[in-house]
């Protein structure tokens, strides 16, 4: 069965500070992956995608990274800021599915 | 939140009421999609349509329907048989070809409450 781990549950950190989330995979055949940023009460926003032939990917202070032997990818923020405090969803595509398969999240507070 | 939008933002349901959240895309999109979240859990799906007049369900359809009569638009019917409809419940799109094939895009949301 597919499944997609996140870790932390949740995360408390100081403004300014970095941080990295982890997510390991067990989805095959593998497609892409994707980290979505939800804020309270709103849709997930799409972060990065990253084929199996991409290892980093970057968008503003978040770099995703990609270890497809491991199955594992970790998202990292640098710099934290308020804004950052959200749920950052780990999503994993399958060739030949339309239905990805989503981790359950871990939810970051940053606080000044 | 791109181009798909849900309305409304908040509904509040009586026990016994059907009630109807709406998804609407402008993205071209084929393939759309209705997922329910929960506090402290994960997204799970409840329908897919990968084309118009079709749909499948997904991991808990059971008290739900949807239809597909527009490739813009995707409504989901919350039935009297769903026994604990109270949730955040968020619409999706995706293509079904190209490079970006399955990056899925979500709308706002439509917060559920039963009353």
């Known amino acids: 069965k597919n499944q997609v781990e996140q870790s932390p549950q949740s995360l408390i950190i100081l403004e300014g500070k970095n941080c990295t989330l982890q997510?390991?995979?067990?989805?095959?055949?593998?497609?892409?992956l994707r980290w979505y940023k939800q804020d309270t009460g709103r849709g997930p926003v799409s972060l990065t995608i990253?084929?199996?032939?991409?290892n980093t990917k970057s968008n503003g202070r978040y770099t995703a990274t990609l270890d497809a032997d491991t199955k594992q990818s970790s998202l990292h923020i640098t710099a934290s800021q308020l804004s950052d405090s959200a749920s950052y969803i780990c999503?994993?595509?399958?060739?030949?599915?339309?239905?990805?398969?989503f981790g359950r999240g871990t939810s970051l507070i940053v606080h000044p | 939140d791109g181009g798909i939008t849900q309305s409304p933002k908040y509904l509040f349901r009586k026990e016994g009421q059907n009630v109807t959240l709406s998804c609407e895309q402008n993205?071209?999109?084929?393939?759309m999609y209705w997922y329910r979240q929960d506090p402290g859990q994960g997204l799970r799906l409840i329908y897919y349509?990968?084309?118009?007049?079709?749909?499948q369900k997904g991991d808990i359809a059971e008290g739900y329907s949807v239809s597909r009569e527009k490739k813009e638009s995707f409504p989901l019917t919350v039935t009297s048989a769903q026994k604990n409809p109270t949730a955040f419940y968020l619409c999706?799109?995706?293509?079904?070809?190209?490079?970006?094939?399955?990056?899925?895009?979500f709308g706002p949301g439509t917060r559920l409450t039963v009353l």
């Open positions: 349509s990968q084309i118009v007049n079709d749909f």
């Open positions: 999503v994993v595509a399958s060739g030949g599915s339309y239905i990805p398969t």
């Open positions: 999706a799109s995706s293509a079904t070809s190209g490079r970006l094939n399955n990056e899925q895009f």
């Open positions: 993205l071209n999109h084929d393939a």
């Open positions: 990253m084929t199996f032939s991409e």
């Open positions: 997510c390991n995979y067990t989805v095959s055949p593998f497609s892409n």
